[in-house]
């Protein structure tokens, strides 16, 4: 691209060329370079000059382009045009600009004419942006106006519920420990030494079957003094009786000679009878001699039979005694041996042979523990409030901790009379546990046949079944609501496009807690309102009832139970 630009001044000396053989001014720069780049180096010879001729003929030729175009750029320029207003310039328009320059200035207003399009196109399109956004905002607020106006009458209606028909039942639930139904320590009745250790824990025993053994030498030597006691006494017995015979021998010897005695007095006074009716004389010194030697001390021999049997009783009664203390000699080193007294399974073993028993050990634990676990029992401690609920035999269902998917039913055996904790004070019952707790009594429950894997100890939830009732027409507790005068009514809604309702007696037959099971005129799928009259107030701002008052919010009427 060549430019040529000519100044006019005053005086000649201010003309100026580019590109003819002049020195560019150090201001001057092409269109679009750089600040500061040197102009010389963008600066092209300039065509050689043409003939002057009239402006109207030579535009053509050297300014190609729409003339609005032309003139634009030459405006941009600072370049005189013909079409532009200007100072008088006596030069032609060939001599100002050539055909590259103004395609340049052409380029450059084609660009800016798209910049212009493109920042239009930006402007409608936040237009649009912004517009899109407030519809969208504008939705999102007419809905949640919409939602909220949807909650407010939610809210203003009334909460209800419906009449159910089914089985109700109503348990009483308490958490206790799992016991075996017997349980009894095998501890030995004597001190010694463990012998031998016939069980281990899991085995099962029957009843007599040996656990293990105590040596204890004493007991032996207490059986050989024992078996020594009663030889003696034998001898003893034997040296009484020999008295007893003795006694009872004198006796009879002197009951014969006092016999012989008086035979021989006898024969010696009829002798002497027969001498004398012979007319002979008798020896009365004989006879009266004969006569004194008949005499005996009888009670003397029965005094010494009566000592003599009193000797032998005594010696049979130390006897007695030494056989006593013998059989208890045995008997007790028999208790060296331990036997179970039930049959069942050894849950515990504490013992080791060689190990002390008895006080030499020590220790308070039972050396073979055995639990029948055959049935297990449940001991619960139930509240005051419920425990009349319970009596025996009542069914339950009980749930362990250990095997949560295990559930076992039992049955109700026994209720403590008084409560846990109760006792005796001052001389005075004091019934009802510590000050300030609970009280409770505690409930046996039976689980006749338990599962293999429960222990004893395990904790153990017991649901004891106190009530059934079969086809119960059920509300909700909160839907049952007292008259005043001992009676219940509930709330039915009879249209449920307007929420009239109607007010039916019921009688309440149990309750337990959450539902009430009611008889009246109600069946199964009505839909009643819970909470009462208040509810109904706040669902619309007021009601109708039978008598001819009116609210603003539904009907309420009154329909006795038929």
Do not use: C
Not at 177 to 194: C, K, M, W, Y
Not at 248 to 263: D, I, L, N, R
Not at 363 to 384: F, G, H, R, W
């Amino acid at each position: 691209m060549a430019l040529r630009r000519n100044r006019r001044g005053d005086g000649a000396d201010e003309r100026a060329s580019w590109g003819g053989g002049g020195a560019a001014p150090v201001s001057a720069r092409p269109i679009g370079a750089p600040a500061g780049e040197d102009a010389t180096a963008r600066i092209v010879p300039a065509a050689p000059a043409v003939s002057a001729m009239p402006a109207a003929t030579a535009a053509p030729a050297t300014a190609p382009g729409p003339q609005a175009a032309s003139g634009a750029t030459a405006a941009l320029a600072g370049i005189p045009h013909p079409e532009v207003p200007g100072p008088a310039d006596p030069l032609r328009t060939a001599d100002l600009v050539d055909a590259e320059a103004l395609a340049d200035m052409q380029a450059f207003n084609d660009l800016k004419a798209r910049r212009k399009k493109q920042k239009r196109k930006k402007i409608i399109i936040g237009a649009v942006s912004a517009v899109a956004v407030l519809a969208v905002a504008g939705g999102a607020f007419a809905w949640y106006t919409a939602d909220q106006a949807a909650k407010a009458l939610q809210d203003r209606a009334p909460q209800t519920g419906f009449v159910e028909q089914g089985t109700f039942t109503e348990t009483v639930s308490a958490s206790g420990n799992l016991q075996p139904v017997a349980s009894v320590s095998a501890t030995p009745e004597v001190d010694g030494i463990v012998g031998e250790v016939l069980v281990a824990e899991g085995d099962a025993v029957a009843e007599g079957q040996t656990l293990f053994t105590v040596v204890n030498d004493e007991l032996d030597k207490a059986v050989k003094q024992a078996a020594q006691g009663i030889e003696e006494a034998r001898n003893g017995v034997a040296q009484a009786q020999n008295a007893v015979n003795d006694a009872y021998h004198a006796k009879s010897a002197g009951q014969q000679a006092v016999a012989e005695a008086q035979a021989q007095a006898q024969a010696a006074a009829a002798a002497a009878a027969e001498a004398a009716a012979a007319g002979g004389s008798t020896d009365a010194t004989a006879g009266q001699a004969a006569g004194s030697t008949a005499s005996f001390d009888e009670a003397s021999a029965d005094s010494a039979i009566r000592s003599a049997e009193l000797g032998l009783s005594n010696a049979n009664l130390a006897l007695q005694n030494a056989q006593s203390a013998y059989d208890e000699a045995v008997a007790r080193a028999a208790k060296r041996t331990v036997t179970a007294s039930i049959a069942g399974s050894v849950v515990a073993v504490n013992i080791e042979p060689g190990k002390a028993l008895g006080a030499a050990a020590g220790a308070a634990t039972s050396p073979v523990q055995i639990a029948d676990l055959s049935q297990m029992t449940v001991s619960i401690n139930v509240n005051e409030i419920d425990i009349l609920k319970i009596t025996a035999d009542q069914t339950a269902e009980v749930t362990f901790t250990a095997a949560p998917d295990l559930t076992l039913p039992a049955t109700v055996v026994s209720i403590a009379t008084t409560s846990a904790g109760s006792g005796d004070a001052s001389g005075g019952a004091l019934y009802g546990g510590s000050m300030g707790g609970a009280v409770t009594y505690a409930v046996k429950l039976l689980i006749a046949e338990p599962d293999p894997r429960l222990k004893p100890g395990m904790t153990a939830k017991a649901t004891i079944t106190t009530t059934t009732i079969d086809n119960a027409l059920m509300v909700p507790i909160s839907a049952v609501q007292s008259d005043g005068a001992g009676g219940s009514f509930v709330m039915v809604v009879t249209e449920p496009e307007t929420q009239d309702v109607a007010q039916r007696k019921v009688e309440v037959v149990a309750s337990d807690g959450l539902t009430s099971v009611v008889k009246g005129a109600l069946k199964p799928g009505d839909q009643v309102v819970v909470g009462g009259m208040e509810g109904l107030e706040g669902a619309g701002g007021g009601y109708a009832v039978a008598d001819g008052s009116s609210g603003m919010g539904m009907a309420v009427s009154d329909v006795s139970a038929g």
